[in-house]
C-alpha cells in the first residue's frame, strides 16, 4: 500500500484511483497516476486482455485509418523509436500486438484486473470515495475515477424483428469472435456501409459463395493505397520521432500532416482535378486536406464529392449498382470518411450484390434470411451487422454512474451529454472521463487526444493533492457555456448536414440528436485546455 491509500469506515483499503479500460487511454493513465505520481491505482476491464476497441474489434479487414507512425504513443520518443510498424495502415493483429508490447514494457498488466465488467460506479459523498462494481461482485472504492471506455465499444445491433428465429449465425462487427468466422461456401449478409463496412466486404467476398450488402446510405470512400513499409521509411520514423511528435500535437486533427491552404474555390477547375487526382492516387485521409475550404463551404465540398462519385462510376461496371454506390446524399467527410482497400472494385465481382435498404428497408429477419419491405426475401448462412455503435455516450451510460445524491449520468444526459470540456460533469465530484463527448475525440487520431486528456487528468490530480484539495468538480454554469461552444463549433463546419451521423447519434433510434465531439480542432482545445489548468483550473470547483 502506498501512503497515499485509506482505508474506508468498513474496513477495506481506498484506492486512490479506478481506471476503467485497457486500451490506449485507458493503460496510459494508469501508468501515469501510479508511476507519475505514485498513487495506488487498479485497472478494470471487460475484455481478457489490452487493447480496448482493437481486443473487441477484429472483423475481417480491421485496420485503423490513421497511419501507422501516427498510431501509436508519443508521450516518450523512446518507444516510438523502440516499435517498428511493418505497414502503412497498422491492422487489428498488429496493433493489439504494439499494445501487448507496452503494456509489458510499462509492467501495467499486474494492475488490471481483465474480464471484469463495471456494472455500477457511486459517488459517497459523505466518504468521498468513488464505490464502483463489478459483474464478478466486486465492490472497491476509489478517490478518483477515471473512464477511459472509448468512443466505440457499445455495439448497435438494429433491433430488426425476428433475429432470434434466425437458423443461420449472424456476428457484429464489435464483437468479433476471436476464433474467427469461416465464411468458405457461405451465403453471407452484410448491413452496413461505415468505415467498418467498407473494410470487411473486400475481404468477406473472397471467400463467401455470395456476399449481399444491404446499403442504407451510399458512403464516400478514398483509396487507402496500404502498403508494407520500406526500411527507408521506417528509418526516417525513427531519426524524426520527435518532428513527427510535435506536427501531430501541433495539428486540427492530431495528423502528422497538414491541411492545405488552398481553398478549392479559387483553384482553377483543371488545376483541382488535377490535385484531387494526386490525393486520391496517394490515398487515405489525407484527401480531405487537399482544400482548406472542404469542410467549411458547400460549394467547395461538392468539388471533392463530385470526384469521388466520378472515380465510383468508373470503377463500378454495372451501372445500375454504380449509380447506388454513388447517390451519396451528405458532404464528403461531413461523416467519418472511409478508406478502403478495393471496396468499389468488390461491387465487380461475381459474388457480390448490393441491396438499397433506404427505398426497400429490411422488414424482419426470418428463420432463413431477411426479408425486405417489398416481400423480396433473401437466403442466408451467415448475417454480419457492420451496424457500429452507440457512440460516445453508450459506453459511458452502460456504466450505470451515480453522483451526489444519488443522481444518475443518464438523467443529467437525457436531452444528450453536457459537460465540461468533455472531461467532468457537475454533481460528480473526481470523475473524469477520457475522450468524453464535448472533446476532440473521434475528430481526432485518438492516440493524440487520448494523451492530452491523460495528461490533464493527472495534472489535475496532482494538483489537488499538492494542495490538499479532495474533490475537482464542475458547476452547471460551465456545462452550459461548454455545451453552447460545441454546438458553435460544430455549427460553423458542415459536419452536422449529415443528418444520420453517428455523430449525431443519429444512427441509434430515441437517441438524443446532439453534436457530440468537439469540432474546434485538437490543436486550439489543447490550448484552451493548458489556460484552464494555468487559470488555477478555472471552470472547475476545487474544494479542501
Ligand atoms: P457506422 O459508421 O455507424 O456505420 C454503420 C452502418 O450501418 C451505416 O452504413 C448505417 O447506415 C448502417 N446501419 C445501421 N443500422 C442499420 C439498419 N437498421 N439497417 C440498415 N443499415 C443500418 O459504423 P462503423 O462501424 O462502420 O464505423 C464506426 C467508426 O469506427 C468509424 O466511423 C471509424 O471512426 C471507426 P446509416 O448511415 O445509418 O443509414
Known amino acids: 500500500m502506498t501512503e497515499h491509500a485509506r482505508t474506508s469506515v468498513s474496513g477495506t483499503e481506498v484506492l486512490d484511483a479506478i481506471v476503467i479500460g485497457a486500451g490506449f ?84 498488466k499486474r494492475c488490471f484486473r481483465f474480464n471484469t465488467r463495471v456494472v455500477g460506479a457511486t459517488y459517497d459523498a459523505a466518504a468521498n470515495v468513488w464505490r464502483v462494481r463489478t459483474d464478478n461482485g466486486d465492490e472497491l472504492s476509489a478517490t478518483y475515477l477515471v473512464t477511459a471506455v472509448g468512443c466505440l465499444s457499445t455495439a448497435n445491433v438494429p433491433k430488426i424483428p425476428g433475429l432470434e428465429s434466425f437458423k443461420g449465425k449472424w456476428f457484429h462487427t464489435g464483437q468479433w469472435p476471436h476464433e474467427g468466422v469461416d465464411f468458405t461456401g457461405k451465403r453471407v449478409a452484410q448491413i452496413g456501409t461505415g468505415s467498418t463496412g467498407i473494410q470487411s466486404a473486400p475481404v468477406i467476398a473472397e471467400t463467401a459463395a455470395h456476399l449481399t450488402v444491404f446499403q442504407r446510405t451510399a458512403n464516400y470512400s478514398v483509396p487507402a493505397s496500404n502498403a508494407p513499409l520500406s526500411d527507408s521509411f521506417r528509418e526516417y520514423v525513427k531519426n524524426n520521432a520527435e518532428l513527427i511528435r510535435q506536427n501531430m500535437r501541433a495539428s486540427a486533427n492530431g495528423q502528422p500532416f497538414f491541411n492545405s491552404d488552398r481553398l478549392a474555390l479559387e483553384t482553377p477547375e483543371e488545376d483541382r482535378q488535377a490535385l484531387y487526382e494526386v490525393a486520391w492516387r496517394r490515398g487515405g485521409l489525407q484527401f480531405r486536406g487537399t482544400f482548406q475550404d472542404l469542410l ?3 460549394a467547395a465540398n461538392d468539388t471533392a464529392a463530385e470526384f469521388i462519385k466520378n472515380k465510383i462510376r468508373a470503377i463500378v ?45 429490411i422488414e424482419a429477419i426470418t428463420p432463413d434470411g431477411i426479408r425486405l419491405r417489398d416481400g423480396t426475401e433473401h437466403k442466408l448462412d451467415i448475417i454480419v451487422f457492420a451496424t457500429g455503435f452507440d457512440a460516445m455516450t453508450g459506453p459511458l451510460l452502460r456504466l450505470n454512474i451515480r453522483g451526489r445524491d444519488g443522481l444518475e449520468l443518464a438523467k443529467v444526459w437525457e436531452g444528450g451529454p453536457r459537460n465540461y470540456l468533455g472531461l467532468q460533469v457537475a454533481g460528480f465530484p473526481n470523475l473524469f472521463t477520457v475522450t468524453g463527448p464535448g472533446s476532440p475525440s473521434v475528430l481526432c487520431n485518438m492516440p493524440v487526444c487520448i494523451e492530452q486528456h491523460v495528461e490533464f487528468i493527472a495534472d489535475a490530480i496532482a494538483h489537488m493533492r499538492k494542495n490538499g484539495l479532495k474533490t475537482m468538480e464542475t458547476t452547471e454554469a460551465e456545462m452550459e457555456k461548454w455545451v453552447a461552444e460545441v454546438n458553435r463549433a ?45 487559470n488555477n483550473y478555472q471552470g472547475f470547483v476545487l474544494s479542501a
Open 25 to 108: 487511454a485507458g493503460m496510459y493513465q494508469l501508468y501515469r497516476l501510479r508511476d507519475g505520481l505514485g498513487l495506488k491505482v487498479q485497472g478494470l476491464e471487460a475484455g481478457g486482455g489490452v487493447g480496448g476497441t482493437w481486443y473487441w474489434n477484429r472483423y475481417p479487414g480491421a485496420r485503423c485509418d490513421t497511419e501507422s507512425h501516427a498510431y501509436w504513443y508519443t508521450f516518450t520518443t523512446d518507444l516510438m523509436k523502440e516499435w517498428q510498424w511493418s505497414e502503412r495502415y497498422p491492422g487489428h493483429v498488429e496493433i493489439v500486438r504494439y499494445l501487448n508490447f507496452v503494456a509489458d514494457k510499462l509492467d501495467i
Open 296 to 298: 467549411a463551404n458547400k
Open 317 to 361: 461496371k454495372d451501372p445500375k449498382t454504380a449509380e447506388l454506390l454513388a447517390d451519396i446524399d451528405h458532404p464528403y467527410a461531413a461523416k467519418r470518411p472511409p478508406i478502403d482497400s478495393g471496396y468499389f472494385e468488390t461491387f465487380n465481382r461475381d459474388n457480390v450484390s448490393l441491396v438499397d435498404v433506404r427505398n426497400n428497408p
Open 490 to 534: 460544430a455549427n460553423a463546419t458542415l459536419l452536422p448536414q449529415a443528418t444520420h451521423s453517428w455523430y449525431l447519434g443519429a444512427n441509434v433510434p430515441g437517441k438524443p440528436r446532439v453534436f457530440m465531439p468537439y469540432a474546434g480542432g485538437m490543436q486550439n482545445y489543447r490550448k484552451i485546455c493548458e489556460n484552464v489548468a494555468a
